[in-house]
């Protein structure tokens, strides 16, 4: 059974192979969303500077990229390793789907990935050089730029979801129709899904640091606009995840019944009024939940947007599969996929609740404490969600790597030794480690640190005159304390 | 016909790596000589601060765009060199946060530490890739479906270590004549000291490599004993950087090691081609551009995107180097 990656008490060439890119993919985006959705708000922040010169929000943006570099660094990283073991783990694979895989992968780095980086350098260096409207546009690029990147990731994962415009040729997949691939309904739910769960990871991340200095009043000047922003945008973001996950459900049922039925541990197809599963216990051997705390009816809505309709099971869709792929056990690692399935959707639907009373409260112009205390701690909500949205998503899609077309144990690199595996495993494993160490204790600093207070009164003055930091301003180059945001000296 | 422009576009994009990352590495390998207290080692990074990442953006387009169109020389290539790409994929990781972070915390211990890691993450990629080169040309061991059957010691040898060792001292050549560029004053005078020192052992090794280049590989079956005017050029070029520093031009000193490097690239690729991995098991298992290629319509699909695409891309990366043409000096505001 290799397919049950940490069930395995002796780990095969596949399991090593997998934990490695499991591993890779979920640190990755412990990162990638807070990217996306922080550098959004940035690009707000500083559109509002641009517009009315009221320092506030400059020093509010300068804070928040301190803590959009650190995490900028280390999502860029990871996403290389990400790119390069389709090669080194999954050579297999590369041969097989390469041919319709690549392309999203290659446009992604000349459309989006040059794009968010070149800007990103321009952004950092560029105070003095550029003109205020350049250096707007700049920022506007970068968040941009990672949507995009978002999009073309997306639309390679689809494809190993639910392979479109291709043909079987040749003992591979073969691309004849790039329209359909960009069209893949697969990609028009995931993409918009993880985007607005970008945003609202990034309004979270905002909101949570900004009630924590709130509490300590620290620099509420700052933080209270940072706030009311963030709290808005945690609202578009949740909401609309909540919603574009609900049609995720749904199509699920016509493109992935397998996974749909993992995700609820339904052995047996449901009867017409399909309930809804809260939590469970799951015998995988007797093919039972021998324990259930159901909400009547819920499935079926869930599925199918009314209070009837039968969702297939686990057992007559392995015996289709069968039928179909020849014998063989089809169905993905049910535990793993029913709780990563309710994981998400509670944190999900807690953050939304929470997003929904906070910015009622906010709009109304109230800032309760207790909101602030919850804020801080509803930022784990994301991270939860985001983590276990892609263990359902991958691990529920096993035992294919592509659906219906390639198992992932087929994939592999065959001729990569198991010596060599336990190498990049363990090396990799240090290092994420260890950076995520460091990563930490930066966060924590920066976010202690706060916005450097000095800086700010020295720049109002500069900047109520010029209209925008420091632009064409030489003299102060030389000046004692250089004038700069993330300059911590 | 497509293949022979996918092989171009993708030698172009290898081109693009090594020659902007090349001085990057350079730059980072020469960060303790240059940078002797931590001011000057902000300064040393600062001459690459806002270009460093777009650069290594040219790495993850090459590496995209062989999967894209040929894969099979993607999933060879990757696969068979795979430690050796562990350790540059490692020291990336390493390279790139430790600059974002070194400058984070007001602690001199703290910014060594990722100062020393970065100068370990500059070292490694080009002593990979000189390595994973070398071997290219060489030929490794592999079977019938493209995958590695070899041992790693079969790839080190006499001959990859040189191509290692001659990779890293061009790019710290070339980073060397990159911070004369981009600096004035003591920064300036150390790095045209240490561009100096470094050009002869440069010039030496990398003679040495071209001359083994004909004893260990079929090169001149590939190739004839009259490789043409382009290795000659890269060679000339190398040869060149040492007069125009005597005469002041530092300028024209960069665009030469870069022409070394650009045109060693091509070098490399052309005595590939029409192959792209060569297996020294049986010349009728190698990879060729028509044998590792996508389908033609995928080709197609992706010249299209690129021809749109590369233009701006240069566009952008161009401009952003004109932006910050303004040489660093001791002055300068610092943001690492």
């Known amino acids: 059974m290799a397919h049950t990656v940490l069930g395995d008490e002796k780990m095969t060439n596949v399991g090593l192979a997998r934990l490695q890119f499991g591993g890779t993919l979920l640190y990755h985006f412990l990162f990638v969303p807070l990217t996306i959705g922080l550098g959004l708000l940035i690009a707000i922040l500083e559109t509002f500077y641009y517009r009315s010169h009221n320092d506030v929000y400059r020093k509010a943006m300068q804070f928040w990229m301190k803590i959009y570099l650190v995490n900028f660094a280390v999502g860029v990283v990871t996403g290389i390793i990400q790119e390069f073991q389709f090669g080194t783990n999954w050579a297999d694979f590369s041969r097989f789907v390469g041919d319709v895989f690549g392309a999203p992968l290659a446009i992604e780095t000349l459309m989006a990935f040059f794009l968010e980086s070149t800007f990103l350098g321009v952004w950092i260096f560029g105070w003095e050089k550029l003109s205020p409207k350049v250096h707007l546009f700049a920022i506007w690029m970068v968040a941009l730029g990672s949507a995009m990147s978002a999009f073309w990731i997306l639309a390679a994962n689809s494809f190993m979801q639910e392979p479109v415009g291709f043909v079987f040729r040749h003992g591979r997949t073969e691309m004849v129709n790039f329209f359909a691939v960009l069209a893949n309904p697969q990609l028009w739910l995931e993409f918009p899904h993880t985007l607005f769960g970008a945003i609202a990871t990034g309004s979270i991340f905002m909101a949570a640091v900004s009630s924590y200095h709130l509490i300590r009043h620290t620099n509420d000047e700052v933080f209270e606009p940072s ?79 009314r209070l009837s309709g039968r969702v297939t099971g686990l057992l007559e869709l392995n015996h289709l599969y069968q039928l179909r792929y020849g014998p063989g056990n089809y169905m993905p690692p049910i535990v793993w996929t029913f709780w990563a399935f309710r994981t998400m959707i509670f944190a999900g639907t807690t953050m939304m609740l929470i997003a929904i009373i906070g910015a009622y409260l906010t709009i109304k112009g109230k800032r309760p404490h207790w909101l602030l205390v919850l804020m801080e701690w509803t930022l784990i909500l994301p991270y939860l969600s985001n983590t276990a949205g892609w263990v359902m998503t991958e691990v529920g899609r096993q035992p294919w790597a592509v659906f219906g077309l390639l198992k992932t144990p087929n994939g592999i690199s065959p001729t990569v030794s198991i010596s060599e595996l336990w190498t990049t495993v363990i090396g990799y494993g240090i290092l994420y480690l260890s950076i995520a160490a460091a990563a930490i204790y930066l966060f924590l600093l920066i976010i202690h640190q706060g916005p450097s207070q000095e800086q700010g009164q020295e720049n109002e003055e500069e900047s109520s005159k010029h209209g925008y930091l420091l632009h064409g301003h030489e003299s102060l180059r030389h000046a004692k304390s250089p004038v700069h945001y993330d300059d911590l000296h | 016909m497509l293949n022979v422009t996918w092989f171009v576009l993708a030698v172009v994009l290898f081109i693009g790596y090594f020659f902007l990352e090349g001085f990057d590495y350079g730059v980072g390998m020469l960060l303790p000589v240059v940078g002797r207290n931590d001011h000057d080692r902000r300064l040393v990074l600062s001459t690459i601060g806002p270009f460093w990442d777009g650069n290594e953006v040219w790495l993850i387009a090459s590496g995209g765009s062989l999967l894209a169109a040929f894969p099979a020389w993607y999933a060879s290539f990757l696969s068979s060199f795979y430690l050796a790409f562990f350790f540059l994929l490692a020291a990336l990781i390493v390279r790139g946060v430790a600059i974002e972070f070194r400058s984070r915390v007001e602690d001199l211990r703290w910014r060594q530490i990722w100062d020393s890691l970065f100068v370990w993450g500059s070292f490694v990629p080009p002593l990979v890739w000189g390595f994973i080169m070398a071997n290219m040309v060489r030929g490794i061991p592999i079977d019938a479906q493209g995958n590695f059957v070899g041992s790693l010691l079969q790839l080190v040898n006499v001959y990859s270590i040189l191509g290692a060792i001659s990779v890293a001292f061009v790019f710290a050549l070339h980073g060397a004549l990159f911070l004369m560029i981009r600096t004035k004053g003591v920064l300036h005078e150390r790095a045209e000291k240490i561009a100096y020192r470094i050009g002869p052992a440069a010039t030496g090794i990398f003679l040495i490599f071209v001359v083994m280049t004909y004893y260990q590989t079929d090169i001149v079956r590939r190739l004839g004993l009259d490789p043409g005017p382009i290795p000659v050029f890269a060679f000339l070029s190398m ?6 520093l005597q005469r002041g031009q530092e300028k024209w000193a960069f665009v030469s090691t870069g022409f070394t490097i650009i045109l060693s690239t091509i070098t490399i690729f052309l005595s590939l081609y029409p192959d792209v991995m060569i297996s020294s098991l049986n010349p009728s298992w190698n990879l060729t551009i028509y ?23 240069l566009g952008y990366q161009a401009w952003s180097y004109w932006v910050f043409r303004k040489r660093i000096d001791q002055h300068s505001k610092l943001e690492y």
């Open chain 1, 227 to 305: 706030f009311r922003i963030a709290m808005i945008g945690a609202l578009i973001g949740s909401v609309s995840v909540f919603i574009l996950g609900h049609e995720q459900a749904q199509h699920l049922i016509v493109a992935q019944p397998m996974k749909m039925a993992a995700s609820e541990a339904l052995w047996h197809t449901s009867p017409i009024h399909a309930p809804w599963t809260i939590v469970g216990t799951i015998d995988t051997k007797t093919h039972s939940d021998p324990f259930v705390l159901q909400i009547p009816y819920l499935l079926s809505i869930l599925a199918y947007n």
């Open chain 2, 239 to 244: 040869i060149a950087v040492r007069l125009f």
């Open chain 2, 291 to 313: 044998n590792a290629a996508a389908n033609p319509y995928s080709l197609h699909v992706m010249t299209i995107m690129t021809i749109f695409l590369l233009p701006i891309v």
